[in-house]
């Protein structure tokens, strides 16, 4: 059994990994779909895709567990959304999803989804780890070690800073 899990990933935290793991155990494969690939240099979409990529396989290296990782750049055309993804990636039997739009499309092309369980949703949540970064409080703890690595390599804190000076704000 081969499942498909997509997300923006900005960042990759100790949410997403723990649904990640859970994943993988209740299936052979798993394809980790990096959403909005295109997107970055934004206050909320501030990652790109390659470092989203280092993220996840960094935080997901001591797991060991068999894992593909899709870039899927968004399309304006939500009916063919599905059949794009599926142009992108492995075959997959299953779907996991907490995105209400992605449940429905992959629903409507018949698809078996599950909904994972919520992780401290207040706190492990993307738009929450880029406020905090932003207003200089303690985020490091809710992201694996290897993703603050990541971060610190690129001078994410720097960047996120940066964009929230209205003058890069030009998209
Ligand atoms: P996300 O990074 O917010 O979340 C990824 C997954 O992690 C989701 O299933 C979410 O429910 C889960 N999650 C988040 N926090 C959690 C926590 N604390 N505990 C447990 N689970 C947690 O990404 P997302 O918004 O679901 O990503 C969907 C992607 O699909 C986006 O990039 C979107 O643009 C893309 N998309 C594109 C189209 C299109 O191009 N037409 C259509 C639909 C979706």
Redesign the pocket.
């Known amino acids: 059994m081969r499942a498909f899990?997509?997300?923006?990933?900005?960042p990759f935290?100790?949410?997403?990994l723990?649904?990640v793991k859970e994943i993988a155990n209740e299936v052979d494969e798993l394809i980790i779909?990096i959403?909005?690939a295109q997107k970055s240099h934004t206050l909320n979409d501030p990652f790109t895709a390659g470092e989203r990529i280092m993220m996840i396989i960094k935080a997901l290296k001591k797991f060991g567990f068999p894992y593909y990782v899709i870039p899927?750049?968004?399309?304006?055309?939500?009916a063919v959304?599905v059949s794009?993804v599926e142009a992108l990636t492995p075959p997959f039997d299953v779907v996991?999803?907490?995105?209400a739009?992605?449940k429905e499309?992959f629903e409507e092309r018949n698809y078996m989804v599950k909904?994972?369980?919520?992780?401290?949703?207040k706190e492990?949540?993307?738009t929450e780890i880029r406020r905090r970064i932003l207003n200089d409080e303690e985020w490091k703890h809710l992201v694996p070690e290897e993703v603050v690595d990541v971060i610190n390599e690129i001078d994410g804190e720097n960047r996120i800073k940066r964009l929230s000076k209205t003058d890069y704000n030009i998209q």
């Open positions: 899990v997509v997300g923006r990933w900005q935290h100790n949410g997403h723990t649904i779909g959403g909005s899927i750049k968004d399309i304006d055309f939500n959304w794009y996991y999803t907490g995105n739009l992605v499309l909904k994972p369980k919520l992780y401290n949703r492990y949540s993307g």
